[in-house]
């Protein structure tokens, strides 16, 4: 029995978007091989968000109903009931703040432990929170060792003084409660929460390119955000107040049209590019529901659509800019989110931001969805990336960690150390 409980292990990666709800399940392919199990995502869907607006929940019926119906749907492909997810979470209301934490180590030899690094993050935790806002996440980034810096693991070194640098992320309260009670409302229980751009560089950056310096981001519905690694490390986070819904607004508006319609248009003849357009090519809205016949060129909307990509691409290099990496990033820029469809964007992104872009796909998982090929899925599958590495970190620490009743405190007490 115990066997087959371990067998049937998944992890639910669970994001809550202004416009679509996005849910994946992962497993562990093979558990033979204990050290080194392969994830794969056994099912992903989406379903429409109601009750979201600008990343922000605005009615906890309508949004329970959505993730409601997107459980349903992913239960009954993977035959198995969905009793716990990891969270994601975004919106303008994240904030970032660097802190230092000191202790003295304490072991006698002055060998560094793993329960002095706790300890160090821990005292790192000791700032004034912003009123209104709760702890996400604290991100160690380097350590010193008796004034030894630069360090990225102390492990079994030797000194008497530990000193951690760490990014704390922050999120208002009241975001992270409604949450909780839309999920427990659903029926199921809250792992953790995850902001969402860090699950989905997990997913889509490799070691080498957060080692030389990348940017990760994700075009959303209200908001851009992004994640900025180097050295291995998370190096600057920020949510910009502009994506891909206003993008459908400017379409809108020029083209005198319903959201609806321009919703389409954007997705079906949307591009970035307007170099090489024939000028004389015509679609007609009545195509796309208009009720009579309205001709616009193409070229028009590619000239709506490009100014509004401009105009995001531009504010994501002022914020590279504002940490002095505008066009310093060897590993360059990595696109996810459901605005990153738009085409034209990489080549766009290229000469506004002045670095090499692509987009960005899960690495290092199997599956057997074809939504893993969805730039717009990267968020859900990064939180399954996520838990399942806290997963397998706590099971190869088993023979020094009592897990007993409080899984959730050494999951937690885990993550601080694990990711960046």
């Known amino acids: 029995m115990a066997k087959n409980k371990h067998m049937t292990d998944i992890i639910t990666g669970l994001d809550i978007g202004s416009s679509s709800i996005r849910v994946a399940v992962g497993q562990f392919s093979s558990m033979r091989d204990e050290e080194n199990p392969t994830l794969q995502i056994i099912a992903a869907i989406e379903v429409p968000a109601e009750g979201v607006q600008k990343g922000q929940i605005v009615s906890i019926e309508d949004t329970v ?22 969270v994601g979470v975004s919106g303008t209301q994240i904030i970032s703040q660097e802190s230092k934490g000191v202790i003295a180590v304490s072991r006698t030899d002055g060998e560094v432990s793993e329960d002095d690094i706790e300890r160090a993050v821990d005292a790192a935790k000791a700032v004034a929170t912003p009123l209104n806002y709760d702890i996400l996440h604290v991100l160690p980034r380097s350590f010193a060792v008796d004034g030894q810096t630069g360090i990225k693991d102390p492990v079994g070194m030797t000194g008497i003084r530990l000193e951690v640098d760490t990014k704390i992320i922050h999120s208002v309260s009241s975001h992270i409660k409604n949450l909780t009670k839309v999920v427990y409302r659903a ?55 502009i994506g891909s819904s206003h993008v459908t607004n400017d379409l809108a508006l020029g083209l005198k049209t319903s959201i609806d319609i321009a919703e389409r248009v954007k997705v079906e003849y949307g591009s970035c590019v307007t170099k090489g357009v024939n000028k004389k090519e015509i679609i007609d809205l009545k195509d796309f529901g208009s009720e009579r016949s309205e001709d616009v060129t193409r070229l028009y909307i590619n000239e709506i659509i490009e100014a509004r990509v401009s105009e995001i691409l531009e504010k994501v290099d002022d914020e590279l800019a504002s940490i002095e990496r505008s066009g310093m990033l060897p590993a360059g820029a990595i696109f996810i989110g459901g605005g990153a469809k738009i085409e034209g964007l990489v080549d766009i992104a290229k000469d506004v931001l002045s670095l090499p872009a692509t987009l960005g796909y899960p690495l290092g998982l199997d599956s057997i969805s074809s939504k893993t090929n969805d730039v717009s899925f990267s968020s859900a599958i990064g939180l399954v990336k996520w838990g399942s590495t806290l997963l397998q970190s706590v099971r190869s620490r088993r023979t020094s960690f009592n897990l007993g009743s409080k899984v959730g405190d050494k999951l937690r007490n885990v993550l601080k150390n694990l990711m960046p």
């Open 187 to 241: 029926g199921i229980d809250v792992d953790d929460f995850v902001l969402s751009i860090l699950a989905s560089g997990e997913v889509v950056t490799s070691p080498r390119q957060k080692e030389l310096g990348s940017v990760v981001i994700n075009i959303g519905g209200p908001t851009t955000s992004i994640v900025v690694y180097e050295d291995g490390d998370v190096l600057h986070t920020t949510v910009i107040p």
């Open 65 to 86: 109903s959505s993730v409601s119906n997107a459980l349903e749907q992913v239960e009954k492909i993977i035959g198995l009931p969905v009793e716990h997810v990891w």
